[in-house]
């Protein structure tokens, strides 16, 4: 059997507590701390001086077996920290794994970012051809491809204005145009179709079908459920650091899914010291305020979060927005939407937040939610504080006992009850 | 790239450096040739300032160390003598400055994408190259101003110029990679360049300097260098200090082999800690 790719039980763990401080560290801690530990060794030369670094050792991958062969194109899904983009970073040999083994057979391409390279000074026709060289494009093969990129970019007026001045959406569809036409034998792609407006999100995907389609391997991860179970013919379930589950998309996805199920309807996040702010609890609760991740499409029920700002915040924004499984925005409602002109400023402390979403709105079906936290810091300007992304996924349910208007079979995203003036 | 099969392990040997290094060759004068064009954007008078920045400390050496201090030349003018200096010098601290920053300065690709770590530090050498160049170019002006001609030591000077970037790269390799833990080498760097200019005899001839003192003094490997610069390109009358010479160029080598050594040992976990 020939194998585009294979991993014999990877694991990658970090020493947490060290690695937090290490951006901090400085030469002189080092210096304080090795001396302390040589104190300490002189002292009790047996005893091990590990509680004096406060090591706590955090698996993020732990013994990935897997399998690919050529012209597969295996999803990989699992909730935020379940390891993906770690995988992704192993086999692409950013990161090292502390532990197995892995082998690719072939010419490997990783995309684990838009842009990579992207220099805002420079143009788009210069950027181009830096972008293409750090992917591992040769001069060459960027000057025969160039006019195609281009043309997939859609920026043609503007390749000779520096990005900075460029929009996002334009920025995106640069960058994206330039990874599109890469032409490895196994592509890694992390979640790069998260960016830009829906129609170039077709066509990102359209491009990875092609590539696909001529027999490439390809290691795919992303949120977007809809995206996997078009592109991809084997998905694999991570959670937290091990796979739990692997096969063909429909049975892993609902697996996938069904995980989200379990959960109470509350989520509760890791405290991790981020500045400005932090989000502690994201949740669903029904009309009773019991927090339930299933719904009833004909009862009123809340979004709920919990947050903590750790400083006076100006400008802030809390955001929630609510996605489709295919990972369409339905709505964003906003802390501020209803007294726009105040002053939108945060005190340090905690806050809860209820939001109340009516009956009769959202169809039946599963969403999931996204928060994040804006505010504009002393010093950092206007910034992204904390978010989450499809933290929490929940079931809008057909209860079929009351209301035989609300039809179960009724197509649409939303379901509003809205008033008809009938005349004859 | 072209390499067939790729094993990914821990504490991998670094077996393919330099065939991997050979595939990226184009990355490494990509960058090159990006920092050379973002550096100038949005400025009033470009490349003149590769110019005007070695005419210019060139003319403040002169006034502090010929002038006021009245230090020796032998037979060649002032200004000729410093400026033959200026040239490695400039390389090397240009180099080493950049280089050390390189990789902090590029966190994003590091944390994103593969490619072999060393051509960051590398990058800054070529670039620097392009300004020795340009400032090269001054010299030949001086050269006839002054009708100081060099003879057929001018020969030698591509072989001085390898030894000052081996010396520069192998610095660079080393503070660069201390640089992405230990953010103090941000600041400590511009101190060493800025205490290396007069540590080394760029505002003075070595001649100046004690001859029992003359090997100690060599143990910086740019007095090596500066002094070969001067030989090669200031004709007849300079000396150069064979004893010394060798002892640089020695150090330069073992800088070299010790800074990409260390390099690709800390290179593993850059990722994760940048």
């Known amino acids: 059997m020939t194998y585009a790719l294979t991993t014999e039980k990877i694991g990658k763990s970090y020493t947490i507590g060290h690695m937090r401080r290490k951006h901090t560290l400085n030469l002189r801690e080092v210096l304080a701390k090795n001396a302390r530990s040589l104190v300490q060794r002189l002292r009790h030369p047996l005893s091990s001086n590990r509680e004096l670094f406060d090591i706590e050792e ?41 532990t197995g083994r892995a082998r690719l057979y072939g010419r490997v391409s990783a995309l684990l970012q838009v842009g990579t390279g992207f220099h805002p000074e420079l143009t ?109 013919n084997r998905v694999v379930l991570l959670d937290k650091g091990r796979i739990i589950q692997e096969g063909d998309p429909e049975t892993i996805i609902q697996a996938y899914f069904a995980q989200g199920e379990q959960s109470s309807g509350l989520l509760v996040l890791k405290p991790e010291n981020k500045p400005g702010a932090q989000i502690e609890e994201i949740g669903i609760a029904n009309e009773d305020e019991q927090f339930s991740s299933s719904v009833k499409v004909h009862r009123d029920f809340f979004l709920h979060l919990r947050f903590r700002v750790h400083e006076k915040l100006d400008q802030a924004r809390v955001a929630i927005s609510v996605l489709t499984q295919d990972g369409t925005t339905v709505f964003v409602t906003m802390h501020t939407d209803e007294n726009p002109g105040e002053k939108r400023e945060l005190l340090p402390g905690d806050y809860r937040a209820r939001v109340r979403v009516p009956a009769h709105f959202l169809n039946v079906g599963t969403y999931s939610l996204n928060v994040q936290i804006i505010g504009r810091r002393p010093g950092y300007g206007r910034v992204k504080l904390d978010h989450a992304q499809q933290a929490l996924n929940f079931r809008v349910e057909q209860t079929g006992t009351i209301s035989l208007e609300v039809n179960a079979s009724r197509p649409g995203v939303v379901t509003p009850i809205l008033s008809w003036s009938l005349e004859q | 790239m072209q390499i067939a099969e790729i094993t990914i392990e821990p504490r991998k040997q670094a077996r393919h450096i330099w065939r991997e290094l050979w595939l990226y060759r184009e990355l490494l004068f990509f960058m090159a040739w990006r920092d050379l064009i973002v550096r100038y954007k949005q400025t009033v008078i470009g490349i003149a300032w590769s110019l005007l920045r070695p005419i210019i400390t060139m003319v403040i050496l002169t006034l502090v160390f010929g002038k006021l201090a009245k230090l020796p030349s032998g037979e060649v003018p002032y200004p000729l003598l410093v ?13 080493f400055s950049v280089s050390a920053n390189s990789l902090v300065s590029n966190s994003n690709m590091i944390s994103k994408t593969y490619f072999p770590r060393i051509i960051l530090p590398t990058t800054a050498m070529l670039t620097s190259l392009v300004d020795f160049l340009i400032a090269f170019s001054i010299y030949i002006l001086m050269m006839f101003w002054y009708g100081v001609y060099p003879d057929w030591r001018i020969v030698v000077l591509p072989l001085l110029m390898i030894l000052a970037s081996l010396a520069s790269l192998g610095a660079g390799f080393f503070v660069s990679a201390l640089n992405v833990t230990y953010r103090d080498f941000r600041i400590v760097v511009p101190f060493i360049v800025q205490f290396g200019l007069y540590l080394s005899p760029v505002g003075f001839s070595s001649n100046v300097v004690p001859e029992k003192w003359r090997l100690l003094y060599s143990l910086n490997p740019m007095v090596g260098v500066i002094d070969g610069f001067r030989w090669a390109l200031l004709g007849g009358e300079v000396k150069l200090y064979m004893p010394g010479f060798i002892l640089s160029t020695c150090l330069s080598l073992l800088i070299f082999l010790l800074g990409i050594r260390f390099f690709y040992r800390s290179e593993r976990t850059f990722a994760d800690i940048i």
């Open chain 1, 58 to 98: 955090f698996w993020a991958l732990r013994d990935i077996n897997l399998k690919v062969t050529p012209g597969e194109r295996v999803g990989l899904i699992g909730r935020n920290g379940a390891g993906k983009s770690t995988l992704l970073k192993i086999l692409s040999r950013i990161t090292e794994p502390t």
């Open chain 1, 124 to 232: 788009g026709r210069e950027n181009i051809f830096l972008n293409g060289a750090v992917l591992g494009m040769g001069r060459r093969e960027i000057q025969g491809k160039f006019d195609e990129i281009v043309a997939f970019s859609e920026v043609e007026q503007f390749l000779d204005t520096p990005v900075k001045r460029y929009s996002s959406g334009m920025y995106v569809r640069l960058a994206f145009a330039v990874a599109a036409h890469l032409d490895p034998e196994i592509l890694l792609v992390d979640e790069v179709l998260a960016v830009g407006d829906i129609d170039f999100q077709k066509k990102c995907l359209g491009r990875m079908n092609t590539v696909a389609d001529q027999g490439r391997t390809i290691l795919f991860v992303s949120h977007n459920m809809a995206a996997i179970s078009r592109l991809c």
């Open chain 2, 83 to 95: 400026y033959a200096a200026m040239l490695p010098w400039q390389f090397f601290s240009n180099t």
